[in-house]
């Protein structure tokens, strides 16, 4: 303890002897940096959409809102457009890369973007009608699903594409809202709660395409 004590002096003496308007500049980035880790942590942050996996929902360039306070005080429910980082994106947890995750800076994490559509605890089917329909079935109940681009334009299920799943607790079935074109949990299995980064609420850009995305009906 005495020896921490004596390093902090020291650090303490080197700062004040440095010129004030550098110390102030210092004074400033901290500044600027710690509200950006609070923001980004506590409230919320910018994305841009870089794929067609959530079509018609999100196009291409369309910049989102993504929140996070309310992780503080509720779970996904179904229906929320979240972005998470996918089960098989290994995060490593070194000083750098951490500083990285909660700035924004140099960030080169894959994050995903999906919709919630499988809860804990539910049992989940996906299966195509006669005329080649496909459908999502919550423990034997149809899902009305007006956001999908199409119900015929899926993949057919097969051993690398998954259609049946029983959902353990703490953990979400993800899909695109481009079914046809959209590596989701049907190729990379259910994703667990702690790899939620947050919540779509609203397209900001393009102004054409200013829209909510929370509370949409489903």
């Not at 650090?11 to 110390?23: G, L, S, V």
């Not at 996996?53 to 360039?61: A, F, I, N, R, V």
């Not at 097969?158 to 079914?179: H, Q, T, V, W």
Request: contains cysteine; positive net charge; charged residues 25%.
């Amino acid at each position: 303890m005495h020896k921490l004590k004596e390093i902090f002096n020291l650090i303490k003496t080197k700062y004040e002897a440095i010129n004030p308007i550098t110390r102030e500049i210092i004074e400033t980035v901290v500044f600027v940096l710690v509200m950006v880790i609070i923001i980004r942590y506590f409230v919320g942050e910018i994305r841009w959409i870089p794929s067609a996996s959530m079509h018609p929902t999100l196009l291409e360039g369309d910049r989102i809102v993504v929140e996070r306070f309310s992780r503080f005080y509720r779970t996904p429910q179904r229906g929320d457009i979240m972005v998470f980082y996918p089960p098989f994106e290994r995060l490593k947890n070194t000083p750098i890369k951490v500083f990285s995750r909660l700035t924004g800076f140099f960030c080169k994490d894959i994050a995903y973007i999906k919709r919630v559509i499988g809860l804990p605890g539910e049992k989940v089917e996906i299966k195509a009608d006669k005329d080649g329909k496909y459908a999502v079935y919550i423990n034997g109940e149809f899902l009305n699903e007006p956001y999908v681009n199409s119900p015929y334009d899926y993949p057919q299920c097969s051993e690398a594409i998954e259609c049946k799943f029983e959902i353990p607790e703490g953990y979400y079935l993800m899909l695109g809202d481009n079914r046809g074109n959209s590596q989701d949990g049907r190729y990379w299995g259910l994703l667990s709660k702690d790899r939620f980064i947050g919540r779509a609420v609203t397209v900001f850009w393009p102004i054409k395409r200013i829209k909510r995305l929370w509370n949409t009906p489903y």
